[in-house]
């Protein structure tokens, strides 16, 4: 196939997947770097894609700076939940597919074949996945420039893709949130699709805040260390991200004096 | 017959021959440094001459159009792998050129069993920083050359001299404006266009007066007539299709090339240097 850049990694002998496929007896799932809350929704400029900034291993935290929300163009971006190395090797892999297919082919690729290579990938990860060394669950969000709007898309670990209507969740912290947005989005003062960027940014540190209240292993929001969760907007201009500044003052006025 | 050295030396004399035929009618290519990022500007009939290949580096090319895709393509493969394996910043167009196209290049033009590729290659390279950018050339025979500032591809060897003649006393790297760069290049290819129109031998105009034609192309070595270059370019702007590309240091992203649309050429190029049919 043209363009196709999985399969000239293939030829010179690469396998996505592979390496950690096996039955997964060996390790122990607690070795395993795990743990995520993240989060879609729509808002009235396009969608908002939100993760807090936290990796654990069982109960240990590894890191609390990751940033689980790439952009893989300008125009698209994977939010990612599950094992991070294979989660990060996506990525690395979608931005290089997307990059290639626009350079060799000379147009960019559309928003269903983008679609198409995460499914792909996942797919070709399956063994890797059930095994429990490799499973991710991503959310997937970009503009469709054939149809102008932002769209919303999630994945089980074996690769089935689902549009999200207005939100989607993903991660260890969802099912803590995921009630909270379909109370909002039903009986909120407006639906989400509705809101502001102001409204929807605060709107998505109070739900990573709540996740992190119950799931020890989302990170929520840590003002001693200054570390906010990663939210990046996507509009009819391209990915863009809200900055720390921006965060913290939201944080300051609508969050915290709740909790 | 060729097995003799003597042979195989004429073989490859007349190579070179047959290859510097086929240019002629080839348009240049201009690329040059400014003070935020790299301009390469030519004229196309139909198919694009102008490429990205990855992140930082961009591809010019004059001969024919499905050898330079097959190389494009060469190039392509090898960027993305190495940028996927090791990272972004060790895709380097000079080792894009030295590993991948010139021994290829070389390996087809001495083979004189088989077609060489009918090409000539420029790799312009975007600097980590401002005055870092590298220009790479490459020759139908395989020789290359690495300058920094500018760089060009013309038809002829006097095409090149009279064009780098003309880019060294106008150029200015280091501060000239976006502007400023895109309108000294298109004038750079004017002179380029110039002095090829004037080796074809089938020409109208050397016969008019041939000691006219005697000083005229002492004078384009020396300094181009102006007013003839802008003249130049605006009867070529109806033939042909203006093409710029810019890669900036202040674009969005990872990649750093970017066409420039017809519209915001409008806006950059003074309007006698706009191509007249565009407007």
Redesign the interface.
């Known amino acids: 196939m043209q363009g196709d850049?999985l399969q000239?990694?293939k030829e010179?002998g690469?396998q996505f997947g592979a390496a950690h496929a096996g039955d997964g007896a060996g390790v122990m799932r607690s070795d395993i770097t795990f743990g995520t809350t993240i989060l879609a929704m729509r808002y009235a400029d396009g969608v908002l894609v939100a993760g807090d900034r936290r990796a654990t291993a069982g109960n240990m935290v590894m890191y609390d700076r990751t940033d689980k929300v790439l952009?893989i163009?300008?125009y698209s971006v994977m939010a990612i939940a599950g094992v991070p190395a294979t989660a990060y090797e996506m990525v690395?892999?979608l931005e290089?597919s997307f990059?290639?297919y626009?350079?060799?082919q000379?147009q960019e690729l559309s928003f269903e074949g983008k679609l198409r290579a995460v499914s792909k990938l996942l797919k070709d990860n399956v063994a890797a996945a059930l095994a429990g060394t490799g499973a991710v669950a991503p959310i997937f969000a970009g503009y469709d420039p054939d149809q102008e709007a932002a769209k919303i898309f999630f994945y089980d670990i074996l690769g089935a893709e689902f549009e999200a209507v207005e939100y989607a969740v993903s991660g260890s912290g969802s099912p803590v949130i995921r009630g909270i947005l379909h109370y909002l989005n039903t009986w909120g003062a407006k639906p989400l699709s509705a809101q502001t960027v102001d409204e929807a940014t605060a709107q998505a540190l109070r739900l990573l805040t709540s996740a992190a209240e119950f799931d020890s292993a989302t990170g929520g929001v840590n003002r001693e260390a200054n570390l906010y969760p990663v939210v990046k907007l996507i509009t009819s201009s391209?990915v863009s991200r809200v900055e720390e500044q921006r965060l913290k003052s939201l944080f300051e006025e609508q969050v915290s004096r709740h909790v | 017959m060729y097995e003799e050295p003597y042979r195989w030396v004429e073989a490859v004399g007349n190579r070179r021959h047959y290859l510097d035929e086929q240019f002629r009618k080839g348009s240049p290519v201009v690329a040059a440094s400014y003070a935020e990022g790299i301009v390469l500007v030519t004229f196309s009939r139909g198919t694009?001459k102008l490429?990205?290949?990855?992140?930082r580096l961009a591809f010019a090319g004059m001969g024919h159009p499905a050898d330079l895709e097959k190389l494009r393509?060469t190039l392509?493969?090898m960027a993305?792998?190495e940028?996927?394996?090791r990272s972004p910043s060790d895709v380097t167009g000079a080792r894009l050129m030295k590993n991948g196209l010139a021994p290829t290049i070389k390996q087809a033009f001495e083979e004189i069993y088989k077609a060489p590729f009918i090409v000539k290659i420029l790799l312009a390279e975007l600097g980590v920083k401002a005055g870092r950018d590298t220009f790479l050339t490459i020759n139908y025979d395989g020789t290359f050359e690495e300058t920094h500032g500018w760089a060009v591809l013309g038809a002829s060897d006097d095409a090149q001299a009279s064009m780098r003649a003309f880019l060294k006393q106008e150029a200015d790297p280091q501060r000239a404006s976006l502007a400023q760069t895109l309108s000294m290049s298109l004038l750079t290819w004017a002179v380029g266009s110039l002095v090829q129109r004037e080796e074809e031998p089938d020409s109208a105009i050397p016969e008019q007066t041939s000691a006219s034609a005697e000083s005229s192309s002492q004078k384009s070595a020396a300094a181009p007539d102006p007013a003839a270059l802008r003249e130049h370019l605006r009867t070529i702007g109806t033939e042909m299709t203006l093409e710029c590309v810019i890669l900036g240091h202040s674009l969005?992203?990872s990649?750093k090339y970017r066409p420039l649309k017809a519209g915001e050429l409008a806006g950059l190029l003074p309007s006698d240097l706009l191509p007249a049919a565009r407007t």
């Open positions: 850049f000239l990694l010179q690469y952009e163009d300008r690395r892999v290089h990059k290639y626009r350079r060799t000379l391209g | 694009p490429y990205e290949i990855y992140d393509f392509l493969e993305h792998v940028g996927f394996n969005p992203g990649s």
